[in-house]
């Protein structure tokens, strides 16, 4: 019985608690006596469910002077004791990422958690979560080594890494030593920036063109590292530099109605030549080849595209892909391409 009484009481510190700390991240400061009318409890219990929070790693300072607390970190949280349903999100998107970077083991493992911490969150009923009830995919690219992203993360800041990169454009391999500062996951591709001791720059690489990577434990960085490590080398922007410019692109029906919808970059201008018919977009890009890639996804779309240097581009890439594939049907038999 004295057990049973014992849990009772911590079980009712910690629902406290928990009540106590949503206050605490609202408010700035708050007095005792409001501590205890909003979570119903006692001034005694009030301060161990605070006693409880500061062992769980809640930095809550009491003033005297006004006779209540204030929480230095507001944006601490106990995720694991008291989820919510973000939490529950991103733990579903964490899974589905390992699981698409081929972490199998460790996204099984996150689905696990998943399902202990639903519980928590659910309808009361503890109604079990089917395993197939939810599909995560994403474009992904391949790693010649998934350990490598370990290897890297572990590297952060620490350590030089030496990598051999295949450049997609130039076809050539090329030796590496990097002092890496953040690993970023974006899209299912993998991208390190860090400091190039060779070209005495900040560089930006994908994980999906190292061939070789090598941790130089021994050799410590010595370039400081910014305060956004990613500059100018967003990688959702696209990485590689090649006569960069500002496009003028006009996109019509369905296809404009769609791309209304996605941002390319954060610099964009969109303005509707005919009102959900024509869309202009301006838009900066780092490269006129990367980005010509990129409006070829949408060809069917396009309506007019500036500069020239870029709509050159786009005509080129096109018409290449129109002779691969006709040259191909021709040597295959097939009826070739009108």
């Known amino acids: 019985m004295p057990q049973t009484a ?4 911590r079980s009712r510190v910690e629902d406290v608690a928990k ?3 949503r206050l605490l991240q609202r408010e700035e400061f708050v007095p005792i006596r409001q501590m205890q009318r909003d979570v119903g409890a006692s001034e005694k219990t009030v301060k161990r469910a605070i006693e409880w929070l500061r062992d769980e790693g809640a930095d809550v300072r009491y003033v005297a ?3 209540g607390y204030r929480l230095i970190d507001r944006a601490f949280s106990l995720p694991l004791s008291d989820p919510s349903n973000e939490d529950l999100q991103a733990i579903l998107t964490a899974a589905g990422l390992l699981q698409e970077v081929g972490q199998g083991e460790s996204a099984t493992r996150a689905w696990a958690l998943f399902r202990v911490l639903a519980e928590r969150v659910g309808d009361g009923k503890k109604t079990p979560i089917r ?8 474009r992904s690219a391949m790693l010649r080594e998934p350990r490598w992203v370990l ?3 572990r590297a952060v800041q620490r350590e030089v890494v030496s990598i051999e990169y295949r450049s997609p454009w130039a076809n050539e391999l090329k030796m590496h030593r990097i002092e890496p500062w953040q690993v970023w996951l974006h899209d299912g591709v993998f991208y390190v920036r860090g400091y190039s001791q060779i070209s005495k720059a900040p560089r930006t690489f994908r994980l999906a ?3 070789k990577l090598i941790r130089l434990s021994s050799e410590k960085p010595t370039a400081p590292v910014p305060a956004d490590p990613w500059g100018d080398g967003d990688p959702r922007y696209g990485i590689d530099e090649h006569r960069p410019g500002q496009a003028i692109v006009r996109l019509r029906g369905s296809v404009a109605r ?3 919808e996605i941002r390319w970059h954060p610099e964009q201008k969109d303005q509707w030549i005919e009102p959900d018919e024509i869309l202009e977009r301006r838009v900066p890009y780092r490269s006129v080849r990367e980005f010509a890639r990129r409006l070829l996804e949408i060809v069917d779309g396009l309506d007019s595209v500036d500069p020239p240097e870029l709509r050159e581009q786009v ?6 892909g129109i002779a691969s594939l006709r040259d191909a049907l021709t040597s295959s038999g097939a009826r070739s391409l009108p």
């Open 315 to 320: 005509i080129a890439l096109a018409s290449k």
């Open 6 to 9: 014992a849990r009772s009481g």
């Open 65 to 67: 002077a006004q006779r």
């Open 258 to 260: 769609w791309i209304s």
């Open 131 to 138: 395993g197939d009830a939810l599909r995560v995919t994403q």
């Open 19 to 21: 009540k106590v700390l």
């Open 151 to 153: 290897d890297l993360l």
């Open 209 to 211: 063109n190292v061939t």
